[in-house]
């Protein structure tokens, strides 16, 4: 057992009951339970009220510091840096959750002369350049934050291969101070059914945003012997539910599902599909592989080096009628699928397991910890 303390600084605007209600807090918390009895401390920083603390029964051994009175954001930061306190003494080290709102940990980090990790499941420059354009004010906004995190931390941590080239290309940064670790996924939970589900039923899981190109998905199954579940909110479930009555598609609209029940919508579906436009490295279809589904996935380039075509998935363009070739391909070899979703379970154990995940967070806390 190490003595360190860890840190977490959520990510601007979130909170234990953010995560909550949109069915994240026991796939965000997982890490930190099993790394717990490993060290000295966990404390959570988030930017929630004081209805956060309701969340201590389910956190046992993990401190939260919130913004009980409500503060405006520059006096709550204010606050964290002067009130004397346990975890901001000792052996400690801080974590980033995302970019947004790792400048508070990095600047405190600072103050107190300890280690900082910039940790970020995606990078929010190349998500504000697919939004916004490349050349917007806001990409350039979101470039210098992201360089000015990386460069002021001890490690950076990024979740793919492909982050880690941009991170080393475009940031400058020298390779050995990066540090690529996945998003983990509970290979226990998430685990192939025991019976075989609907041969014609799919599933996508996540925000109904224009991101993830579900409309395009919905265009792309039109007349086809298939039904949808889509499990997710946002502002597209209207205009979603909408086409698929226009095109007469089977569609089953979920909301936010809580993370326990979604093994149980995997295990009823025989695909998994993501036509994504951007993705960092998305949960939910390392989830799906997990289950041994074989999962279709749009071709981007974050995806590079986590689905390989036709082994642990299949990659397609993202317009309606690539979708809709790809679909009936897949649909339409069993052998094909069976051999994707075994590849699929197998790259999820030995690469994204929670228990793997938790010793290369434990290896990176002791190199931290030894300085």
Known sequence: MMETRLVLFFTQGMSLRKWEQGGLFEREVALYRQ???HLGGITFVTH??????????????????CNRWNLPPDWYRRYLSWIPAHWKSGNVVFKSNQVRG?????????QIGCPFIARCGYLLSDHVKWRDGADSFAARQADALEKAIFVGADRVVVTTGAMQRIAVEGHGLAAEKI?????????ERFAPADSPAP????????????????????????????E??????????EPIRQLADSLRVPL???GVVPHARLPEL????????????WEGHPKTLLEAMACGLPVIAGRIPALHGVVTHRENGFLCGTTPQEIRAAVLEVLGDAGLREHMGGRARQHAVEQLSLARIVERELALLRELAGR
Request: proline share 8%.
């Open 35 to 37: 790394l717990r009895p």
């Open 48 to 65: 929630g009220d004081r209805r956060d603390l309701e969340f201590a029964p389910r956190l046992p051994g993990i401190d939260i510091v």
């Open 102 to 110: 790792a400048d508070w940990g990095l600047s405190l980090a600072r």
């Open 179 to 187: 540090r690529v670790i996945p998003n983990y996924v509970d290979t």
């Open 199 to 226: 041969p014609n039923r799919l599933i996508s899981v996540g925000r109904l945003e224009p991101q993830k190109n579900l409309l395009a998905l919905v265009e792309a199954l039109a007349g086809l012997d298939v």
């Open 228 to 237: 949808l579940w889509l499990a997710g909110e946002g502002s597209l479930r």
């Open 252 to 254: 089953r609209l979920f």
């Open 266 to 277: 995997l295990h009823q579906c025989a695909l998994m599909i993501l036509p994504s436009l």
